[in-house]
């Protein structure tokens, strides 16, 4: 037995001392909707989803724009003739970039929650998701190029052609 362990079958002084709210360890504060389950538990579920676009659309000038440009790119991702699995990356890297986007925000949002002031790590978290962002809009880019790129090229040279 080590010198800083109580004997077996005792417990030490401050087992029974209540956990702080900063502590890792203490129960999470009650929460009503993590009881429901279900269609109540998918409805609000839904309320929240709906709540998130609402925010996003309203308060992020960056959601904004991408939503824009999914507007324009998810209905020529359906249009183009390309084979099924290329619809689905075409929208899906549409997708991303939305989904992305909608996790930065929620980053930004909860760090300014916790402070405004400056500080180097509130900076790296927000910096990490903005290259995040860069990352599927770089990827989005790439799937449209090599996917509809090869398209637009024969049609331009059938035009030329013709």
């Known amino acids: 037995m080590k010198h800083d362990e109580p004997p077996i079958g005792r417990e030490p002084p401050d087992a029974h001392e209540p956990l702080g709210p900063d502590d890792p360890l203490a ?7 993590k009881g ?3 269609f109540t538990r998918a409805w609000h579920a839904l309320k929240n ?4 676009f609402r925010v996003a659309i309203r308060e992020e000038s960056a959601f904004r724009q991408e939503l824009t440009l999914a507007v324009l790119l998810v209905p020529i991702g359906i249009a183009v003739p390309v084979d099924a699995v290329s619809h689905v990356l075409l929208i899906g890297s549409v997708l991303l970039v939305l989904i992305v986007e909608l996790l930065n925000s929620s980053v ?3 760090i300014d929650r916790i402070s405004l002031e400056r500080h180097e790590l509130s900076r790296r ?4 998701g903005s290259a995040a962002v860069s990352v599927a809009l770089l990827v989005c880019g790439l799937t449209w190029v ?3 790129g090869p398209l637009v090229a024969h049609w331009v040279r059938l035009l030329l052609d013709g």
């Open 27 to 33: 129960p999470l504060p009650y929460n009503p909707y």
């Open 36 to 38: 429901n389950r279900g």
């Open 49 to 52: 989803s709906l709540n998130g």
């Open 108 to 110: 930004e949002a909860a």
């Open 125 to 128: 978290a927000k910096d990490l």
């Open 146 to 148: 090599l996917l509809v």
